[in-house]
Nanobody, 129 residues
Framework: QVQLVESGGGLVQAGGSLRLSCAFA?????????????MGWFRQAPGKERDVVAA????????YYTDSVKGRFTISRDNAKNTVYLQMNSLKPEDTAVYYC?????????????????WGQGTQVTVSS
C-alpha cells in the first residue's frame, strides 16, 4: 500500500517562502517504486477545482510549471529519499490553497489529475497580504 505524506505548509506573509515535502512510503501491488512515478503538486482553493502546480519526471530531468508559478516555485525530487519537494518563493495571497502531492505511473509531466494514481492528504498553505 502506498502512502504520500505532505509536510511544510503553514501561514506566511506575502513575499515569503515555504518548502513543501512529500514522502512516498510503501510499494504498489506490482512492485513499482518511487523512481518510476512522475510526481506532481496540485492545489485547490475553496470553491475551485484542483489544478496542477508543477510536475517532475521520473529522474527529475523534465519539469512542468503552471504559468502563475513560473519563476517563483521549484519542484525537485530525491529518489534516494523517496521524497519530492516544492520550494515556493515570493508567495502571493492567491497562492493560498490546500496543496496535494500525487504520483502518476505515466512518463509525461503534462498529465491532469485523472492520470495520478496516489494522492496525499494535503497541506494548507495560507499567504496573508
Amino acid at each position: 500500500q502506498v502512502q504520500l505524506v505532505e509536510s511544510g505548509g503553514g501561514l506566511v506573509q506575502a513575499g515569503g517562502s515555504l518548502r513543501l515535502s512529500c514522502a512516498f512510503a510503501g510499494r504498489t501491488s506490482n512492485g513499482r517504486i518511487f523512481s518510476r512515478y512522475t510526481m506532481g503538486w496540485f492545489r485547490q482553493a475553496p470553491g475551485k477545482e484542483r489544478d496542477v502546480v508543477a510536475a517532475i519526471s521520473w529522474i527529475g530531468d523534465v519539469t512542468y510549471y503552471t504559468d502563475s508559478v513560473k519563476g517563483r516555485f521549484t519542484i525537485s525530487r530525491d529518489n534516494a529519499k523517496n521524497t519530492v519537494y516544492l520550494q515556493m518563493n515570493s508567495l502571493k495571497p492567491e497562492d493560498t490553497a490546500v496543496y496535494y502531492c500525487a504520483a502518476s505511473p505515466k512518463i509525461g509531466v503534462h498529465g491532469g489529475p485523472g492520470e495520478y494514481e496516489y494522492w496525499g492528504q494535503g497541506t494548507q498553505v495560507t499567504v496573508s497580504s
